[in-house]
């Protein structure tokens, strides 16, 4: 009897013994986070600085033309939720993960510096120069992207190269991404000129879309859906509506007010609404800084996109 004594006092003390530890050692953590100063991340800094030293450089044509280099979209970058793509037992991607994937696309764009300098210096030029512009650059991404879809489409390829070669060799989601830049700011600017352009992709789009449906091979039609068609809701959208003449008709009213101006901090501050997100503490303050104005939509469904259509002709 006096030995299961003994053993329950070793039990009891043994226990004892380890929460006053554990205790100790969680006030010490406590004490610790609470004297924790995040580093600067002097890399990411000079990598910012880098990158707006030579955007500053370039004419407004260059900057246009450098909008398919995957690093300007991979940093920043943005990420809006968790991204993921939610499949059904039929192998659809159910409707809310695709309207998740237009909104993360549409924040990459946005928060790429290049976009912000191109967006700015093209507003800055004549309609007409403007439009010749972004309607050359729009072919040249365009055709590009084009090329690399097809290959990629023959052969049943998931290999949508994202980051660029060591010379630097401009990649097949960058030319999608910059297809994506020129719409928005062919929208946004009111480039009517080059209305017919957008409505011609709008058209690659939807055919995309169809062919991508006929594929069996349910991971391989998941991957194209979400990461290598030309479709996007919102984007289609603010270019079809933005470079439309016929903005003053009444069947187009009810899209007038969703067409809303949003503000983006300059291309040249050292830190925008995209970067805190990834500059692991470094404290940034750009309350001086000019602020960009872009007009687009940030809600747009099928239904709508397709009413849309359907007013412009596009159906």
Known sequence: MKKVYIILILVVVTVVHVLVIRQCQHRRAEGALEEYQPPSNIAIE??????VSALKLQSVTETVQQLDKMGYYEYPGA?????AAFVSYEGNIVEASLYE???????????NRAVRKSLQDVSQLPKDQASKLVATELDNALSKYLGLYNDFFETRSLDFTQRPLADDKPVFLGFRNKVFALILIAGSLELTDIHGKIKEIDTIAKNQKSEVRRIEEEHIRVNYTLDALLHNNLILASGLYGTTPRKGEAELKPFADRFAEHKLVDFSAPGTEYDVM???????????????????FDQMTYEDLDELRRILGSL
């Open 46 to 51: 000079e990598r910012l600085n880098k990158q």
């Open 79 to 83: 990420f809006i939720g968790a991204g």
């Open 101 to 111: 994937r237009d909104k993360i696309e549409l924040e990459k764009v946005l928060s």
């Open 278 to 296: 990834v500059m692991h503490g470094v404290q940034v303050s750009t309350p001086d800084k000019e602020h960009i104005s872009i007009r687009y």
